[in-house]
């Protein structure tokens, strides 16, 4: 995701080399028809070829005319049939390299993810349409500030976290602690774990699933991962986490098996009664749930098996024990296989053009793959990157019932989605209260779109130059939605971009492994933004960063409550105010820098139970 510009006509002075190079002399182009694309760009000047005037020739015609009733011998013949062969090769020659340009000209130049759309099967992303903008004010003040800021020095604290004691915090769940009674002797049974959803999703309840095998006193088996119809990826725990180095870092804490004791494996959970799911217990239970209903199970049967196991266990009240090990799990014990961390080395050594030392984050996410060597002389071509997770999926866009600019075509679009993909959503809405799409809106309930998420960087104070991984699947409109994104940021790439067909091929039919490419180029970044900070992706991420960063790894997170009032001033605010009230939004979101009762645990690791402070 490297990133081609907006669709651009050759360069009138090539248009003159190329003519001279054909021995043409004076043509005239024009055409009738305005090209669509002019629409789309601005741009004035395109090749055509309806209808050609050709003036060079010109004086040559009326000599021919002025003779009259001349013979026409062999070699006057040979000379007219030359002639008629070499105007017949230029327009041949003038043919093709118009037809060049323009398929050069319309071929898509975002920093979408190509194969989104290409592999998408739902038109809403890969037909075309004209671009969308919903700030059409904004966007031009945007794009003149960032032009003027074009030769000025940024500000180095755009790259810097800005909780001034970050760097005192150190990485320390894997410490042994005294008053910590490890793992029993004697098991009570085991715990199976079917965990839902996709790759962060999953994490998260590997993690929770080892919490509860301690508080029970239960091995746990590995996880499998349920397969579903959305994600549509058969991969489980080993083909994307390194299952003997999960086991051993663990092992101090908990049992951890592979599979059931022959004697055990063709017991039915679900038969005994042994089985729990949503409808057992709730998500964001509590220990004393667990002790109280699990237990009970567990001691009876020797066997407990979660199914569509997830967010099912609460961050407090617990004990600090318990949270250690979660960070444990989450922060140490989870490693993905070298296949993965071989493709994200290379994914970051192209995003930062060269080899750099690598950080503890590097080394945490992709080890023995990102060489120790330092190149001076590499380095003087690196790259800072800014990795973006933009979430604006056509589920996301659609559940949302939000709007977002397209007007009537957009509403029956997306309201056809709902009615084929969201039955049941549509029938609850019917005994509910409605909300006008502008007060969801107002309420932060809309997913941003790139344009806001670009507005949002320019407003922060990023340049134009600044170098954009972007992460994420299918993005609802494509390129008509990425056209005012890459307007201020033309220099946005994907991991489709960088790395070859045949690198990626191994990936290709697997969601959750693709994501772990997207997971560590996101958490490797100088900086990482995102524009939904409910998204599982985004917590993990950003929990990683803190934990692992040192208090280098800054996270942008969007308060999109505030923001939506920012730009309902669209039409009057001016730049320098709205730089003002973003950085401002901004820096706000990143001073909860210590984690406050309740918070995720993978996202606010900055606690005693998994980080040090040092003074």
Partial sequence: MGKQGSPRSPHPEFKGAARAMLGMKDYKITSNDPPS????????????????????????????????GFYVGKKNIRTIVLMFGLLG????LDSIFISFFEFENLQPSTGLNNSSELQGSDSYISKKRSPIYMYDRLLNLASSALA????KQESSKLWMEPYKHASLWKPC????????PGKSAKTNGYILVSANGGLNQQRVAICNAVAVASVLNATLVIPKFLYSNVWKDPSQFGDIYQEEYFINIL????????ELPPDMKSMDAKAIGSQVTDAVLAKEATIADYVKIVLPLLLKHRVVHFLGYGNRLGFDPMASDIQRLRCKCNFHALKF????????????????????????????????????????????????????????EIDMVAYSLCEFGGGENERKELQAYRERHFP????????????SPMNLRKKGRCPLTPEEAALVLAGFGFKQETYIYLAGSHIYGGNSRMEAFNRLYPNVVTKENLLTTTELAPFRN?????????????????????????????????????????????TLRPNKTRLATILTENDTIGWNRFEVRVKKMILEGQNAAIRSYGRSIYRYPRCPECMCKHP
Wanted: glycine content about 6%.
């Fill in 37 to 68: 694309w002019k629409r789309m760009t601005g741009v004035d000047y395109r090749w055509h070829s309806k209808t050609l005037v050709l003036h060079g020739l010109k004086s040559d015609s009326t000599k021919y005319n002025s003779i009259k």
């Fill in 89 to 92: 090769c230029l327009f041949l």
């Fill in 148 to 151: 003027e800021k074009e030769f």
């Fill in 173 to 180: 769940a894997q410490r042994k602690v005294q008053s910590n």
């Fill in 251 to 258: 092992k101090d804490d908990i049992n951890i098996v592979k």
């Fill in 337 to 392: 296989v070298p296949k993965i961390q071989q493709v994200a080395s290379l994914l970051i050594k192209r995003i930062r053009k060269h080899s750099a030392s690598k950080s503890m984050l590097d080394s945490q996410l992709v080890g023995k793959f990102i060489d120790n060597k330092y190149n001076h002389e590499a380095a003087k071509g690196s790259k800072k990157y800014l990795a973006l997770h933009l979430r604006f």
């Fill in 424 to 435: 049941l959503f549509l029938e609850r809405l019917k005994n509910s209260t409605s909300i």
């Fill in 510 to 554: 697997f969601s959750s492994q693709m994501a772990a490419l997207d997971f560590i180029a996101c958490a490797s970044a100088d900086v990482f933004a995102m524009t939904d900070s409910g998204s599982q992706l985004s917590s993990l991420v950003s929990g990683l960063r803190t934990y692992y960063g040192g208090g280098h790894a800054p």
